[in-house]
């Protein structure tokens, strides 16, 4: 199974199947200081396949899906800092772990985005 990033918001996942059913997801773990559980399903994907069928999937999240509830500000945001991305089939089989940094700047970004809906 090989994961590689495509782009700025996704993952791709190319695989040779071993069942006839798949789910590739996509977990984050928040930066420290922002309180949150330590591990968050964020996406999946439902694959069906044939007996040794390969398959590639693309799985996107949106900067949006990243904000949690500020209760001083009582808006949603996205807390700045450094994010743990773990791509995988279960919690338990995470095959590939990479780190994202979110600035400050964009962080504010998005929560002026979430106002504006």
Not at 43 to 67: G, H
Not at 90 to 106: G, H, R, V
Request: proline share 9%; glycine share 4%; no cysteine.
């Amino acid at each position: 199974m090989r994961f590689s990033k495509t782009g700025r918001r996704g993952v791709a996942l190319t695989a040779l199947a071993t069942a006839t059913r798949q789910v590739p997801q996509i977990y984050v773990t928040y930066p420290p200081d922002a309180g949150e559980p330590p591990i968050q399903l964020k996406a999946f994907e439902v694959v069906r396949l044939q007996p040794d069928e390969a398959w590639q999937s693309e799985i996107k999240i949106p900067l949006d899906d990243l904000a949690i509830f500020d209760e001083p500000s009582r808006s949603r945001l996205v807390p700045p800092g450094r994010y743990e991305i773990h791509l995988g089939l279960s919690s338990i089989e995470q095959l590939l772990k990479a780190a994202l940094e979110i600035e400050p700047m964009l962080s504010r970004i998005a929560r002026r985005r979430a106002e504006e809906e």
